[in-house]
């Protein structure tokens, strides 16, 4: 019998394709991406992660008693995921970056969209619809964050340091991956799965949005908000 796992895998196939067709996506992992880019990527990856742990615990304060057996594996998310929006500053920083602006500037609206969706989801409509975030966000970083971080290194000549965060959430995250699937498994509620399904198509839309709206280019006009200054100022 299919795990519930699978089914989330196979039901979202067409929206993951989508997501990995992106130009930029593709340009990441050939190495054709540009400093700027780069750059432009951690700022934004950096105003999504911050709400990560915030995300988890509302989560948490909103589970009804029938799912009090996902308490303990909320507490171990919240322990695994506190201080990466940290580690992402700290590779813009050995980018050549400026991490400060970017820790005050303020996101695209794509990136700010996906985050007021997930709040949304776990305040208004149901709060297992997180997971459907957790499935896109981890899957999609082990399936490509450490060829990226390679082939992005390699073509620009950064230094390893400048790739804590694809690293950290690339292939070595496996164990994570794994982790998730036996709690998806876990998941026999229909409604639960329904929504968890629901809500992976639309955050891999919603991600993909971001990295739409990141430049195709090195040389592309900044954006109004996550520009080039907020990177490169002194």
Not at 71 to 76: G, H, K, L, N
Not at 98 to 114: I, K, Q, S, Y
Not at 147 to 170: D, R, V
């Amino acid at each position: 019998m299919t795990g519930f796992s699978e089914r989330l895998v196979k039901e979202t196939e067409r929206e993951r394709q989508s997501l990995i067709g992106v130009p930029i996506m593709r340009q990441a992992l050939t190495g054709e991406l540009t400093r700027y880019q780069y750059l432009e990527f951690l700022g934004q990856a950096y105003h999504h992660v911050k709400h990560t742990v915030p995300l988890l615990m509302a989560l948490g304060s909103r589970l009804p008693e029938t799912h009090r057996w996902l308490q303990s594996a909320v507490a171990e998310y919240i322990e695994e995921e506190v201080g990466h929006e940290e580690w992402i500053l700290s590779d813009i920083a050995a980018c050549g970056g400026n991490a400060n602006l970017v820790r005050t500037a303020e996101p695209h609206l794509a990136t700010e969209m996906m985050v007021a969706y997930a709040y949304y989801q776990i305040d208004r409509v149901n709060p297992m619809g997180f997971f459907g975030m957790v499935h896109v966000l981890e899957g999609t970083s082990v399936s490509v964050a450490t060829q990226a971080a390679k082939a992005i290194g390699t073509s620009l000549g950064l230094p390893e340091n400048a790739f804590s965060y694809l690293n950290s959430h690339g292939s070595l995250d496996l164990e994570h991956v794994k982790f998730f699937e036996a709690l998806m498994d876990r998941v026999v509620m229909p409604d639960d799965q329904h929504d968890i399904i629901r809500c992976a198509k639309r955050f891999y839309r919603l991600y993909e949005n971001i990295f739409r709206s990141l430049p195709s280019d090195g040389f592309s006009p900044p954006s109004p908000v996550g520009s080039e200054e907020v990177f490169y100022a002194a």
